[in-house]
């Protein structure tokens, strides 16, 4: 099996992003891909909150949103259920010991190269994956948290669905066992919302309802399934 993991803060996730997934996914022949959003990279721990950030959780719906649809990625969330630094050696070596005798191939931005000696235990790390470098894209979650803030159009630095979650600020339903059903649902489906309706199948939709519901100024609350709120 060959696995591939991409990591990083993804403060929000953008077009290039999943572009880079995608390439990935096909250049590598890969039968999966972890996207692995990070609670705090060590390199920009120092830095302190860049204005405009989102959350973890939001960071984490949005991938959701991002990656909605694609069979072959899974949004894996463990680093921001541990908190704290996130160092691509422990992410890597617990998804190694979850996948024995997996290629893993690490993804990496280009501008990262040089500094990967410097990375937690790199020798380690270079014996459980190889790495695989793309440059930077156009797309930049910088931009992206400026616009917002100004209030500009952010175009197609996004996917659609991203868009539509932030300018309508949906978050998940708050009652979080509730929501890990509906997600428990829609993988057991294979992507078709738990309540069948015929007009799906999306992954982590906005469907056409929330679509519609997301436009109407006067509606608030949640979505059919019961997974996203719209306050």
């Given at each position: 099996m060959n696995i591939g993991i991409f990591g990083g803060s993804f403060n929000?996730?953008?077009?290039?992003?999943?572009?880079?997934?995608?390439?990935?996914?096909?250049?590598?022949?890969?039968?999966?891909?972890?996207?692995?959003?990070?609670?705090?990279?060590?390199?920009?721990?120092?830095?302190?909150?860049?204005?405009?950030?989102?959350?973890?959780?939001?960071?984490?719906?949005?991938?959701?949103?991002?990656f909605n649809g694609n069979a072959k990625v899974t949004v894996d969330d463990r680093e921001l259920k541990k908190g704290g630094i996130s160092y691509a050696v422990d992410t890597v070596e617990e998804i190694?010991?979850?996948?024995p005798g997996a290629a893993i191939t690490f993804i990496v931005g280009e501008d990262s190269v040089p500094g990967l000696p410097d990375w937690k235990d790199y020798s380690r790390l270079k014996e459980l994956c190889a790495f695989k470098a793309y440059p930077r894209t156009k797309e930049s979650s910088t931009e992206i948290r400026r616009r917002i803030m100004s209030?500009?159009?952010?175009?197609?630095?996004?996917?659609?669905?991203?868009?539509?979650?932030?300018?309508?600020?949906?978050?998940?339903?708050p009652d979080a066992k509730l929501a890990g059903a509906v997600r428990a649902g829609l993988v057991r489906k294979e992507g078709y919302c738990p309540c069948r309706l015929p007009k799906l199948p999306e992954f982590f939709c906005p469907c056409e309802e929330f679509r519609s519901q997301l436009a109407d100024d006067a509606f608030h609350g949640l979505c059919h399934c019961r997974l996203y709120l719209k306050p």
């Open positions: 929000p996730v953008h077009s290039g992003h999943v572009g880079i997934a995608g390439k990935a996914i096909s250049e590598l022949s890969l039968d999966k891909l972890y996207v692995v959003p990070a609670a705090m990279n060590p390199f920009k721990a120092q830095d302190g909150e860049k204005p405009g950030s989102f959350d973890a959780a939001t960071r984490l719906l949005l991938l959701r949103a991002a190694a010991a979850e996948n209030g500009e159009d952010l175009g197609e630095l996004v996917p659609e669905q991203v868009g539509l979650f932030i300018k309508h600020r949906v978050t998940e339903n």
